[in-house]
């Protein structure tokens, strides 16, 4: 059977070579006998696994020795209360408001303090995220500053990392996450749900300063206690282990690829040939504004809510998937992470030129 | 590659089609063109296996309209808190204390209320479950009686369902899951990491009844609430869509198998083989009471620890894998849960009478 080209939003499409891996290891995992599935976490055969993709994530992302790589259950979503729960603990947060994500982790962090918000583009239909030095310092006595670095449903991206002052900066990386080089060391706490960049859904990557433990609420139930998950490495409770194990797969392919700058060059030059497309006529609209916009999802329209849904259908029929608006913002969007093809994209192109002219 | 025998405690083995239908969905999930990891979760590709997969396990366990099957994060750590959270409340529970399992779910509870533990075989080393009928009645004004259907550590099961009295009943059935015919309309709320019986680990089954939500903390963060996640359908975050996908093909597996009578019996025959060897000669030993033998781990021993650790070796020399005793109890482990072959447990058996021969 022929893979279709793949635009979902997340899960989302991963290297062909990934997956090739996988299927064998499936069956008998790096030549055990056991599949990948079916093997102890705490086994010695998963804890080369394990160690690697902690290591590569820490190598990709510049962290030093006072940053731990954690894999955690729940989603990102559950970041979003963990770690106010841990860290906030009545005190002063200040939360850039970029999206739907950002909304749902500043409802959770109200929950445990004082929610600062300097900037929102919910007027906007979040269109854009702030411009760098833009925004007013962060008050004294914030404990951190927290912002979506990607926004998957209105298609906007931080091209800059926002001031956290005296505050610890807090990312949710998931929709970027390993997609361009960024200094990991800047940061106190990042998290990324791994579905988009790195493997399946499933697990979600913490990387937390050892310095905030301390800091960290301890009365709460151990699997909710970030220290803990630090001091077993991951393995408190049996770890998401075939996500972990494809996300060390598609960090070595990374690697392999040349590290992040390559990464980032074939993404660059894949949002450009679409906004390429969307900018070099009147066709098209860009849904997001210019120095915002995502190179992981590019959201754009005919400016027709009918002439969009004949387009989604279309380009399914011609085996491109998935390149539906989120409902929040209508219009199309193509997902472009990391692990798209060229092929995908020049399909989409190509598609994107014929249906002009069909319907232009 | 040929794969080996495995006895691991978990994760554990799966059945063998399963695995090959796995390595093809990788690829192109039913035809589609896009892997089974590569899909949106809300796709209706998807929907068809998640309903499905839910379907499936609420028919197999019998439930009623008012029970509601979910598929959460966190694996069945995350339940001995999420548990007594939502509807303990500073109330009284009754933990029945069977070993390192309901150990952990009993510390979590006591952060939320009262705990009873009527029974405990912690100064046995937990070689025991009640037998039936010989606990005392649950207390008046008890909101729910917890037990933990089988203990992976010292190998011991239930073979009856408690009485709850008025309380509500529910059950960590991690490592027993979907391994017999269970009523599950007596239970008020069950849960079960899959990676033991009915899929790999990244996703746990709770089987709710919704006339409970209605007791249910409502001030929590969204992922802790249980009624958003019957309202969302499991689908208020992206659901680790892997592990879902595997449990709706092992949960065809067990219809097509004939049901869980049909399971029972392979497993009963299983057991029955290597108990067999062990109370067949002097030269082994049971480590657990033979009234509450589980029929998932048997846990059994030479005596002698260096000569455990030697059959472990050869075992795994001669291609069995996993027999080694968890580190609480020592000696040896067979793991066997519904998809363990009869071939593995020929090939034990027939190492077993072997080593004993070399070693009587």
Redesign the interface.
């Known amino acids: ?4 080209h ?1 635009f ?7 290297p062909e070579s990934v ?2 891996e ?2 064998e290891d ?3 995992h790096a ?5 990948i ?5 705490r ?1 010695p055969q998963f804890d080369v696994v394990i160690d690697n993709a902690r290591d590569r994530i820490h190598r990709l992302l510049g962290c030093d020795a006072d940053q731990e790589v954690l894999f955690l ?6 970041q ?2 963990m770690l106010p ?1 841990n860290l906030l603990r009545g005190g002063r947060a200040t939360y850039i408001d970029t999206g739907k994500w950002s909304d ?1 982790a500043i ?2 962090a109200k ?1 445990y303090g004082t929610v600062d918000v300097p900037f929102s583009s919910k007027s906007t239909n979040y269109d854009r995220v702030p411009g760098p030095g833009t925004l007013p310092a962060v008050p004294d006595g914030t404990v951190y500053l927290h912002y979506t670095s990607n926004n998957t449903v209105a298609g906007t991206e931080f091209h800059h990392i926002p001031d956290a002052g005296s505050a610890w900066l807090a990312c949710d990386m998931s929709s970027d996450f390993l997609s361009r080089p960024v200094d990991g060391s800047k940061f106190s706490f990042i998290y990324a ?1 791994a ?1 988009k960049n790195v ?5 979600t990557v913490v990387v937390i300063r050892k310095s905030l433990l301390e800091h960290c609420d301890t ?1 709460l ?4 206690r970030y220290g803990l998950h630090v001091k077993k490495g991951s393995m ?8 972990i194990y ?1 996300i060390e797969k598609v960090t070595a392919w990374i690697e392999a690829q040349g590290g992040l700058e390559a990464v980032e060059a074939r993404n660059v030059a894949q949002a450009n040939a679409i906004y390429g497309v969307v900018d070099g006529s009147d066709f098209w609209s860009g849904k997001a504004e210019r120095a915002s916009r995502s190179l992981m999802n590019v959201t754009f329209t005919t400016g027709d809510d009918d002439r969009d849904m004949r387009f989604v259908q279309e380009a399914a029929a011609a ?1 491109l ?2 390149l539906k608006g989120h409902r929040s913002v209508g219009g199309l969007r193509a997902s472009i992470y990391n692990a798209q093809t060229d092929a995908a994209v020049e399909a989409l192109v190509s598609f994107m030129h014929d249906f002009e002219k069909r319907n232009g």
Chains 1, 2 share one sequence.
């Open positions: 059977m022929d893979r279709i793949n979902s939003a997340g899960p989302a499409v991963l997956i090739r996988a299927q499936l069956w008998s030549g055990s006998g056991l599949g599935c079916e093997c102890s976490h086994s259950h729940g989603g990102a979503r559950t979003f209360f729960m749902g409802d959770d929950l749900g579905q493997g399946p859904s499933g697990t009365a139930p151990p699997m909710l408190y409770n049996t770890p998401a282990t075939f996500p494809v085996g998937s998935g």
